[in-house]
């Protein structure tokens, strides 16, 4: 009789504690349940928060990232700009990766060679200040405006945005290219000032070159060239190592040390050469260092092409190198990039 007493309240027990894990599931299903959306017009979705700090996007074409930005944003850009610049990247701000930060920072750059750069950044009036008329500020040696010398910075406020131009030019450049500062829409088709255009007919060749200078005890070596219709690839030796940049524990390798090479390139003695988008890699070889250099795609009709190498991990040249274009036994050839002037 106890027994089945016992039995009894376990039996109770246990139904009651089925009932309550039950209980428990069916809350725990109505709290995890996703809530219906009303499909009233009257309802409103909760906004997603901005992403903090907004990522950037860059762009290394003007007519691609003119096109991404529009018609929400239409970027102002200078109409002057001294012989040889072209653009080189631009870059904006993201909220998400489905929405553009509208108040953020837009910045568009233009180089002439490796070592001369102007950059135009504007914001909305809406998230900064700014003086009206432009205001120029000359970075003083050892001063930390720029963090370098020479550097110059020009601000000023228009069309509801605030503008910094920097880069290291004179003062009346400087303020040629400020007045000249426009909003460009975006036009399918038409190209914007100073996007660069590569040659209608490229040369299209591979030169073996082998041709040494030194200088300071450092040989530079220009050892092949490579020219398509996107770039000219370089594969230069430099005569310093490159050690690693760090000490790293057994069994794990530190990145080497950058040489830092700093190099001028033009064809037949016209403007600097531009360095293409990922232009610059590197491998050290012993006490050598191997570089891979790419420049803008030349025209069929180049003779010569000249490096003038300025300096490399901090040791100054100069270092001058000729690379005939005109390979013997061998025949040059062109290709149409459809870019040919139709008049």
């Known amino acids: 009789m106890r027994m089945e007493l016992v039995t009894g309240m376990e039996g109770a027990a246990i139904v009651i504690v089925l009932f309550l894990i039950a209980a ?39 007519p691609e990232f003119q096109k ?52 135009l950044s504007e914001q909305s009036r809406n998230a900064t200040t700014c003086p009206d008329w432009p205001e120029f500020r000359l970075a003083d040696v050892g001063k930390t405006l720029t963090q370098s010398e020479g550097r110059s910075e020009l601000s000023w406020g228009r069309y509801g945005w605030c503008f910094t131009l920097s880069g290291m030019l004179p003062k009346e450049e400087m303020e040629k290219i400020a007045a000249s500062v426009k909003p460009v829409p975006y036009r399918e088709g038409i190209t914007p000032p100073y996007e660069f255009r590569p040659p209608a007919h490229p040369l299209i060749h591979n030169f073996s070159v082998n041709r040494s200078t030194t200088e300071k005890n450092v040989t530079i070596t220009v050892e092949s060239l490579d020219c398509t219709a996107e770039a000219c690839r370089a594969v230069i030796r430099l005569g310093i190592a490159s050690p690693p940049s760090f000490s790293v524990p057994p069994g794990m390798t530190a990145p080497p040390v950058y040489p830092d090479p700093h190099a001028e ?8 050469l531009l360095k293409m988008p990922g232009s610059m890699g590197y491998r050290p070889e012993g006490e050598t260092t191997l570089t891979f250099w790419n420049i803008e795609p030349l025209p069929a009709d180049s003779r010569e092409l000249e490096v003038n190498f300025s300096r490399v991990n ?23 990039t459809g870019l040919e002037d139709p008049s």
Request: net charge negative; glycine share 10%.
């Open 265 to 272: 390139w033009r064809v037949d003695g016209g403007r600097p």
């Open 68 to 119: 991404i930005l529009a018609p929400n944003i239409t970027l102002a850009l200078p109409g002057y700009l001294p012989d040889g610049f072209f653009f080189n990247t631009g870059s904006a701000p993201w909220a998400s990766l489905d929405g553009l930060m509208n108040e953020g920072v837009y910045s568009v750059t233009y180089n002439r060679g490796q070592d001369e750069w102007v950059t």
């Open 24 to 62: 428990a599931a069916g809350c725990l299903e109505q709290e995890t349940t996703k809530p219906v959306v009303s499909s009233s017009p009257a309802s409103t979705p909760i906004p997603v928060p901005s992403v903090h700090p907004p990522k950037p996007f860059y762009s290394f074409s003007l």
């Open 314 to 336: 901090g040791v100054f040249g100069p270092w001058v190198i000729t690379v005939p274009l005109e390979p013997s036994g061998g025949r040059l050839s062109a290709v149409s």
